[in-house]
């Protein structure tokens, strides 16, 4: 790559497999990957320049060629690559952040990895070459990976960084994470205003990761769905057989984490139990159905008729349709009713796992 060029990656969520444009950002099952392959040995070098902030990488398995969530190389002759890896979250993939170097050949790799969580990765969580000295790395929380192969740098946090609802796909800190307000302010530039989520980035002492707690996700839709199963006496409800199926779609195009829990209600305003939250997953278009089966096995309940309200929490908007049904003295449905379930907005307030 003769004379210099630059690039920014910025604001991408990514579950592989995705595709891009290589030597701008790959994204595939290797993550995101920025290369300099520069050029013939003796020859001019190129620099490339690549700043590569507030994004999500997860799910990264790749085995084959770079195989990380954030892979930053130079393996040519007189290749110079100075990559800012700042305020990113790599999580739950096979490799977290992987620098590489070919000294050898004239190459070098300056800049460094600031801000940045790195977890629960199967393999390995950072590795940086030790040739690579002109790449800094500071104020980074690492937990959960059964490998390491840096010398961390100052500001280095091991330790859970608490997610809202890691099953459940949603990377947000919670509150009292280890990661809040203890990032490095000079590392990202002022230019990036907002973090992932789209809330503002600059909010006292910057935190380390995609997601800036104080901004939050902006909303978390709710959706409470009334169900009754099972078959009445007559003293609350009209006498008859009841069943409700409560469909739920993702119209999003990517996979989408949410929860679930059910409150019973009983007669003479009495507060039945609540469940726990049930994680759940839908891929893109997916749909499933929530049954009087699943909602009796949910609840742990005994009794021949139950009502009350299935509570439905995701960071994205779902379809929600309720289908009741009723059958007499025939055993045959004599009525039927549709319900669409418009959701709730309300703040998160994420549990840590």
């Not at 003796?42 to 999500?56: D, E, F, I, R, T």
């Not at 009794?303 to 009741?324: M, N, P, R, T, W």
Request: hydrophobic residues 40%; contains cysteine; neutral net charge.
């Amino acid at each position: 790559m003769a004379g210099s060029t630059s690039l920014s990656v910025a604001g991408r969520l990514l579950q592989p497999p995705s595709t891009a444009t290589w030597f701008t950002a790959r994204t595939s099952t290797y993550g995101i990957l920025v290369r300099n392959f520069g050029n013939n040995p003796g020859a001019p070098g190129g620099l490339l320049a690549a700043q590569v902030s507030n994004n999500l990488v997860y799910g990264q398995n790749g085995n084959v060629g770079a195989p990380a969530g954030l892979v930053v190389t130079a393996d040519g002759g007189n290749a110079a690559l100075a990559a800012q890896l700042v305020n990113n979250t790599v999580v739950d993939g096979r490799w977290g952040v992987l620098v590489a170097v070919r000294d050898d050949l004239g190459a070098s790799v300056t800049g460094g990895l600031f801000n940045t969580i790195v977890t629960f990765n199967s393999q390995a969580g950072i590795s940086i070459d030790a040739s690579a000295t002109g790449f800094a790395n500071s104020h980074n929380l690492i937990f959960g990976n059964p490998a390491n192969f840096f010398t961390p740098g100052p500001g280095t946090i091991n330790a859970d960084p608490l997610f809202v609802n890691r099953a459940a796909g949603n990377y947000r800190l919670a509150s009292g994470s280890p990661a809040i307000d203890v990032g490095l302010h000079s590392a990202l530039p002022e230019s990036f205003t907002l973090d992932l989520a789209g809330g503002p980035r600059w909010v006292g002492t910057i935190d380390i990761g995609a997601y800036e707690s104080a901004s939050g996700p902006a909303v978390v839709f709710q959706y409470a769905v009334k169900f009754i199963c099972g078959k009445s006496a007559g003293t609350v409800v009209a006498p008859g057989v009841d069943f409700t199926a409560i469909n739920v779609h993702n119209p999003n195009d990517k996979a989408i984490g949410f929860r679930k829990k059910f409150a019973i209600a009983l007669p003479s305003e009495t507060p039945g139990p609540v469940s726990k939250f049930f994680d759940a997953k839908l891929g893109p278009d997916q749909a499933f159905e929530i049954d009087c089966d699943d909602i009796l096995r949910r609840t742990q309940s005994n009794a021949s008729f139950i009502k009350g309200f299935a509570v439905l929490e995701s960071d994205l908007e779902l379809d929600v349709v309720a289908v009741y049904t009723a059958a007499g003295a025939t055993g045959r449905v004599e009525t039927m009713e549709l319900e669409r379930v418009t959701p709730r907005r309300q703040r998160a307030t994420g549990k840590p796992n």
